[in-house]
């Protein structure tokens, strides 16, 4: 059985439309370099206000994905 590891990092999404649309572009967009996305956990829920309207709605996340085994044999 492998044991699993995983490493976290933070991303920031927004969008004019929703706080469910600004976490799906982050998650979209980090996952074009980064593979074996996992998880993500929304920290901080922000926004922006003009004329009494919510105009932007932004997030911030932490992401998890699984770090690949390498196979590596080392020679004793």
């Known amino acids: 059985m492998t044991d699993h590891v995983y490493r976290l990092i933070e991303v920031v999404g927004s969008s004019e439309t929703s706080i ?5 572009s982050a998650i979209t967009k ?5 593979r074996h996305i996992r998880w993500f956990e929304v920290v901080e829920t922000r926004g ?4 009494g309207r919510v105009h932007y ?7 998890g994905f699984a770090v690949e085994d390498e196979n ?5």
């Open 72 to 76: 590596v044999h080392l020679q004793p």
């Open 57 to 63: 709605y932004q997030v911030t996340m932490k992401v």
């Open 48 to 51: 922006q206000v003009e004329n």
């Open 20 to 24: 469910e649309d600004a976490i799906q």
């Open 30 to 34: 980090a996952s074009s370099t980064i």
